[in-house]
């Protein structure tokens, strides 16, 4: 998994946030205290669950929202996949072979009852 900050994305949402304009039906869920949604409810990686990069992706998900976690998730999602014609310079190895890229956001908070 490659990590990359971008600043071109929307505000992130407030939580916990109620609407949603992109995808129909989507919620929100407090994954501290439903653990369980976490691999069940993520509709923008429902289609990519049988690759191992979306079961990594969830145990980020349960240990950020762990009972023992100074942090908790409020939002994520995924892009649909496109060729990146710019190789990392980290990973020139794995881009050179495989230039697609799905590319998502990630919310995390710290928690202040900790």
């Known amino acids: ?53 979306v079961a990594v992706f969830y145990d980020l998900l349960e240990w950020v929202n762990g009972e023992d976690s100074i942090s908790e998730s409020n939002d994520c999602g995924l892009r649909q996949p496109v060729v990146d014609p710019t190789t990392p310079d980290l990973v020139p190895h794995v881009f050179d072979q495989d230039p697609i890229v799905i590319h998502g956001p990630l919310t995390i908070l710290f928690r202040n009852d900790c």
Request: aromatic share 16%; charged share 30%.
């Open 1 to 53: 998994m490659f990590v990359d900050f971008d600043d071109e994305l929307l505000p992130p949402r407030q939580r916990p946030w109620t609407v949603t304009v992109t995808t129909t039906g989507g919620q929100y869920w407090d994954f501290r205290t439903h653990s369980e949604k976490i691999r069940t409810s993520l509709e923008d990686e429902i289609p990519w669950q049988h690759y191992d990069a």
